[in-house]
């Protein structure tokens, strides 16, 4: 048994990114063949409070704590340090050793493991709270939602499992723009994310696409584009590039938008018509995900309305392949369905919209492969 797991470590430590997902899914299997039904129930029934005791033990800093420490360290010492009175420290690193989060080194004493190292990841701290605090309500509502609907597939984004968790009629965004410290944790997720060495940025052809473009005209469009990130990486990476590159979304987003030299600021509703005319690149990035398929065709048609021949609409998002979707990709269509209606897509799918609205489809470029993150060069038809 002893080798055999040894030989399984050996495997993980030297798997690449589109190696991963393969050997996981295989050891979920396996772990589903061990499971007797109660054991089975106990695991799946109890996700939300691993996520709940997670969270605790970030906001007590306890997975920094122990990776910080040279030496295993006891909950004494523990308590001292975070001001969490010892008895429910205990308790709560002895649940967080169930799930593999710290390991328990003799009674009372805990280090760190890679799980726990995981967890002190910015990414890994803001993406848990947002989780938690604003996407895990939704999942606790989902059925009953799907229940009451008849399991009907969600088309209104009106009347979502997330409108019903939260008791509200307002859209997600505009209800983040009076919840700032959920909007907090979605942006800092969001930000943390973005890896510029993953990014459409690296393998499509701006440079000469742009061949020519003059100072007068609008270069980029970041339409959608929350507080400007992708503004700042592409001004970042072509300063030299001559014309106006613009960042729109709703006030919220652009009250707290970067103050990025060379980039304006820009209110504007994407579901009305798009007052930036004759750009050279509309960019969308991971925007349309967030609607239903006809509020993707509205977004779409006013973009169209203000492009000529040479503009070239640019929509990074997630292309799911058409069998074999993995874990994260199936979690995020799901999720997309009970807040939004929405849905992650496949490359027929978005095919099928561009056409009916009069765009092409010209060329998908794949720039991280195993999540199916790609940018599609769309055009008038």
Known sequence: MNAALEQI???ASQAGDSARQPLILALRKVINSLEAPEEMLQRVGSQHLDSAATVIGIDLGLFVLLVEAESPLTVDELAQKTKAEEALLGRL????????????????????????????????????????????PEFQALPSFLKKTGYRNPQDENH???????????????WFGEHPENMAYFNEYMASRRLPEKSWLNVYPVEGECAGWTADKPLYVNIGGNIGHQCAEF???????????????????????????????LVHNFFEPQPIKDAKFYFLRRVLHNHPDHRVKQILEHTKSAMTSESVLLIDEVTLPETGVRFDAANDDLTMMAVFASAERSERHWSGLFAEVGLRLVKTYIYNAPVYECVMDVRLA
């Open 93 to 136: 690193l002895r649940y967080l050793t169930s799930i593999g989060m710290v390991d328990e080194v003799s009674r009372d004493q805990f280090k760190a493991n890679l799980a726990t190292k995981n967890m002190t990841a910015k990414v890994s701290e803001a993406g848990l709270r947002h989780y938690f605090y604003t996407v895990c």
């Open 235 to 265: 001004k970042e990476k072509y300063p030299h590039i001559p014309g106006r590159v613009i960042l729109q979304d709703l006030p919220y987003s652009i009250d707290n938008a970067l103050l990025t030299p060379g980039v304006e600021n």
């Open 160 to 174: 979502t499992a997330w409108h019903d968790a939260f008791n509200t009629d307002k859209h997600p965004f505009a």
């Open 9 to 11: 470590k050996q495997l």
